[in-house]
């Protein structure tokens, strides 16, 4: 008797044979694979979830709250002064740095800080007179001096600061925070974006946060801090607690028939997934970014209903209240390129520095006066950095100076879960153009912030094609463990 190709196929999944086959055909069905908690055998596939999961080894921190400074800082502006810089202002390095410049026709000579500098706390760490704020907590940070990027144009560097590569359509470093730990509130999500008060997105838009490869259910949730955070949240009509109930369990009878039908698809198992969390959230959502509910002497240090500070201040609160709640990432954008400073830095960047220091040193006194400082990473810091040269165009004049994107060599800083504050870590040069002493990756960072996590870059891995994917790719990255208590 003869078997048809058809009936081969719709009758290989019973018994012995079928089983065989599934077994074969895994890692097709299931595209995915775990991290591996047990570090002796390999992973093994498996439902992806947002519960809690265990790490690889004990970690310092337990949430990460990512203040993204989009556009570029200016490190020699900020935290990086060098005197070299001011006694050659004026003179040319044009042929020496034009492979890094995006706008070579208006590269002018070297051009020192036009703000003073001063050192600070215990640890004499120095920082601008534009983050007065900040500079009163600076035994509390570590700041890295030394990062540097691949690409001057914000779009790919975004791309590689954000998921490890300068492509689009790879994870980003909150996905893969909350794939390989999942979160400690199954009623909020555990990836929460909070961009700008006035709904502009980003440079990149959503693929700031999008979860590429790995489960849709990764990917980050945008919230907003003034109005309803999220919309159409609320049902349209209030039903009696136990039609609620009823109705619940049944689309979750529904769902389970449904998935089981179609096992291993995984927009399915996200989509699904986001519908009974944001079931899930009608209520913990509204309460989680109610900051009404806090007092007026916290609202104060954050500088809300401020005219400068009120929208960043918003959202610095409102992660506080998030992480404070279980949630495991979250990230800050301020609204637009506000550090992008090509033109007339010496109102452009005090402008930038004035909406964000206030809110920022408020919220690393509200994490150690709630408890969290142990237990939250916070992180600071942009795509790049800028060029100690000034940036200007034919005829205008000098004093609309700005300065060029400069991803050879720019600062972030850390703080919180066992970071050794008033600790500084590597320099750039004597003109603060190029990373120098213990050059910091991209690759670096992505593994420090995952080792503060518990998490170890080369066991956090995702199989898709054969390949076990890595936010820290093919790179051997070093863990900056210098920065570290």
């Known amino acids: 008797m003869t078997t048809s190709r058809r009936t081969f196929f719709s009758r290989i999944a019973d018994g012995i044979g079928g089983a065989a086959m599934l077994s074969l055909l895994n890692d097709d069905l299931f595209t995915g694979q775990s991290l591996a908690a047990d570090a002796h055998g390999p992973a093994k596939p498996r439902s992806f979830d947002l519960k809690p999961k265990a790490t690889h080894f004990p970690p310092r921190a337990k949430a990460v709250i990512q203040l993204f400074m989009q556009g570029g800082p200016s490190q020699v502006d900020l935290f990086d002064p060098k005197s070299e810089l001011t006694k050659n202002d004026g003179k040319s390095i044009l042929k020496e740095i034009a492979k890094d410049l995006s706008s070579p026709d208006s590269a002018g000579g070297l051009m020192g800080s036009p703000f003073k500098f001063a050192q600070h706390g215990q640890a004499g760490t120095w920082v601008s007179e534009l983050m007065p704020n900040l500079a009163r907590h600076v035994d509390d940070i570590a700041i890295v001096r030394s990062m540097f990027n691949t690409h001057q144009n914000h779009e790919p560097a975004l791309f590689k600061i954000q998921s490890g590569k300068l492509m689009p359509g790879l994870p980003s470093i909150g996905a893969w925070v909350t794939y390989g730990l999942g979160s400690e509130n199954q009623n909020l999500p555990a990836y929460v974006v909070l961009d700008s008060p006035d709904g502009r997105l980003p440079v990149n838009t959503v693929q700031n946060w999008q979860s590429g490869y790995l489960p849709p259910l990764y990917q980050g949730t945008r919230m907003r801090s003034r109005g309803t955070p999220i919309l159409n949240l609320k049902p349209e009509a209030n039903e009696p607690g136990e039609v609620e109930t009823l109705s619940r369990d049944l689309l979750g009878k529904l769902d389970r028939i449904h998935k089981k039908q179609r096992p291993g698809e995984l927009q399915l198992d996200a989509r699904i997934a986001s519908y009974e969390l944001a079931a899930r959230m009608q209520m913990s959502a509204s309460d989680a970014l109610d900051i009404t509910q806090e007092s007026p ?189």
Do not use: M
């Not at 006194?365 to 709630?370: G, M, N, S, Y």
């Not at 050879?408 to 190029?434: H, P, Q």
């Open 297 to 485: 002497e916290t609202l104060k240090a954050y500088g809300i209903d401020e005219k400068l500070t009120d929208g960043y201040g918003r959202q610095a609160l409102l992660a506080r209240r998030l992480v404070e709640r279980g949630v495991r990432f979250v990230q800050v954008f301020t609204p637009g390129q506000r550090w992008d400073n090509h033109s007339s830095i010496g109102t452009s960047l005090p402008n930038a520095c004035k909406t964000t220091d206030q809110p920022v040193a408020a919220l690393l006194a509200d994490l150690k006066q709630r408890g969290l400082w142990d237990d939250v990473l916070v992180v600071w810091g942009g795509e790049f950095g800028r060029l100690p040269i000034a940036q200007l165009r034919p005829g205008a004049n000098p004093k609309s100076a700005g300065r060029d994107h400069g991803p050879t060599g720019f600062s972030v800083w850390f703080a919180g879960a066992g970071i050794k504050g008033g600790t500084v870590y590597g320099n750039t040069d004597e003109i603060g153009y190029r990373a120098a002493e213990n050059r910091t990756s991209v690759a670096d960072w992505h593994a420090t912030i995952l080792h503060a996590l518990g998490l170890h870059h080369e066991k956090l891995f995702f199989e898709t094609h054969g390949f076990k994917e890595r936010i820290t790719g093919v790179d051997k990255p070093r863990i900056v463990k210098e920065i570290f208590a």
